[in-house]
């Protein structure tokens, strides 16, 4: 540094005052316990299964839609007429983890109140690929969660026979606001 820079730097550095060392607090992954024991407690009440697996032909398009549920709402569904309000990536992951992963996924946006889904889950020109295998398991599982009330094949633009849309059920909250909605045009 020359005199020029350090004559220039002292003179930016005239009005600062040096920080006092006070009580500062500095987070250590390996000493927080907390995100490792939530994780296990989400991974205990994991239920979805890993057991023996009929393996869906390709030919065999992913479609589901529970007892109750509207025609129509599955139409729109598959036509893809409904917002995607979040995406789940499962291309190219190991069984076990697109199985965590997807029960999180769910539950997370269960919480958040969100209803339509978009789960990407891949391609396989054979029946035994990885990916039919992936999407084998996600047909399976998807009926296994309660909250999902329909899943069907995503239009072209989203993938195609490569992912699938995912209808969940309404949140109590959302379903209180319906009902207060519509009870007031009825007055």
Known sequence: MNLDDKSLFLGAMEDVQPLKRGNDVHWHPERNP??????????????????????????????????????GVLDKLRLGKYDQQASLNLLRRP????????FAFVVQAQKEGLRNLLIVHG????????????????????????????FCVA?????GSGACYVALRKSAEAKQENWERHAKRSR
Request: glycine share 6%; proline share 5%; with cysteine.
């Open 34 to 71: 907390r995100p490792t024991q939530r994780l296990d407690v989400l991974q205990l009440d994991n239920f979805l299964t890993t057991g023996y697996l009929d393996i869906l032909p390709l030919t065999t398009p992913l479609e589901f839609k529970r007892d109750g549920l509207q025609n």
């Open 155 to 159: 239009s072209a633009q989203h993938g």
């Open 123 to 150: 391609k396989g020109r054979e029946d035994n690929a990885h990916a039919n295998i992936v999407r084998s398991y996600l047909a399976r599982w998807l009926v296994e969660l309660p909250e999902v009330q329909a």
């Open 95 to 102: 069984v076990e983890q697109c199985r965590q992963m997807l």
